[in-house]
């Protein structure tokens, strides 16, 4: 597995992305260590996605109105 760093910053998110969708395109077998380092580096862009563009739960209240409108 290579070094793997906390996600903090835009530019950290985006060399992460780039790295997870080269090891994706390797389709790496169950049990290697690609396969683990796609599991760490989903995990913390995850965290860093919920941080920075978290996605607020609708109000009933208003679901029901958009819905019936």
Known sequence: M????????AQDHKLA???LMSLMDLNPQL???EVDEIYVL?????KY?????P???PDPIETINCRME
């Not at 996605?49 to 563009?53: G, V």
């Open 2 to 9: 290579s070094y793997i760093k906390s996600i903090q910053l």
């Open 55 to 57: 996605i607020n739960t």
């Open 49 to 53: 996605e919920d941080e920075q563009s």
């Open 17 to 19: 992305m780039a790295r």
């Open 42 to 46: 989903a995990l913390l862009i995850e």
């Open 31 to 33: 049990g290697s260590a």
